[in-house]
């Protein structure tokens, strides 16, 4: 069964202060790990997919990376606005339908 | 904007009762997944749809169905409410290229 960890659960920075948020996997053969956002009350909002270990995407301050067991996503300098939930999803060659099997999240709290 | 869109926006019934909610896919994706995503369980995978057809099944009750259109809308039918299907409910769309993008949801609330 597929599985995702992510941690820290909730992560409080100052503005400006660089940190990273961890996302741990168990599939049986990984066709993509999908990072999101989330806003209370809103959709997940995509931000990247990787494909294979080593791989590297990077979106204004996020920088996501993939390695065989787990996914970072390094958030550089943030702002307030940065504030929301982090979502982490694996999508699993064996699934005949593609479909994504989320961790529980990480809410940033960003202060000013 | 996803360019997935759902409506209604929100929904209040009461127990026992059935609602319709429905999706439309970004335009060209042939694929709907339905997501449900409660405090305690997170986003759970329900249902996902592939140019009208099945293509595979996640924690979805009995109660609940599902279909895709030939315009390749798609419609999440839930009957027999009760409390605990109070919820967010998300459709989401793939592209060709294997992103997944999530609509803004509906929000359900069984009184």
């Known amino acids: 069964e597929d599985q995702v960890t992510q941690s820290p659960e909730a992560l409080r920075l100052q503005e400006g202060e660089s940190s990273s948020l961890n996302c741990s996997y168990t599939?049986?053969?990984?066709?993509?790990l999908f990072w999101y956002r989330q806003d209370p009350g809103k959709g997940p909002e995509f931000l990247f997919t990787?494909?294979?270990a080593g791989e590297e995407k990077e979106k204004e301050r996020l920088k996501a990376t993939l390695t065989k067991k787990e996914s970072f996503l390094h958030i550089t300098a943030p702002k307030p606005e940065d504030s929301a939930t982090y979502l982490c999803?694996?999508?699993?060659?064996?699934?005949?339908?593609?479909?994504?099997?989320f961790g529980g999240g990480t809410r940033l709290m960003v202060k000013p | 904007d996803s360019g997935v869109t759902q409506t209604p926006k929100h929904l209040i019934t009461a127990t026992g009762q059935r609602v319709t909610l429905r999706c439309s896919p970004r335009?060209?994706?042939?694929?709907v997944y339905w997501y449900q995503q409660s405090l305690d369980q997170g986003l759970q995978f329900l249902i996902q749809?592939?140019?009208?057809?099945?293509?595979a099944k996640g924690n979805i009750l009995e109660r609940f169905s599902a279909q895709q259109f030939p315009d390749l809308h798609s419609e999440l039918n839930l009957s027999s409410l009760e409390l605990g299907d109070s919820a967010l409910y998300f459709c989401?769309?793939?592209?060709?290229?294997?992103?997944?993008?999530f609509g803004p949801g509906t929000r359900l609330t069984v009184l």
């Open positions: 989401a769309s793939s592209s060709r290229t294997g992103e997944v993008y």
């Open positions: 599939v049986s053969g990984l066709r993509g």
């Open positions: 990787l494909y294979s």
């Open positions: 999803a694996v999508q699993a060659l064996s699934n005949a339908g593609n479909m994504l099997t």
């Open positions: 335009s060209g994706d042939l694929s």
């Open positions: 749809y592939y140019n009208g057809e099945e293509r």
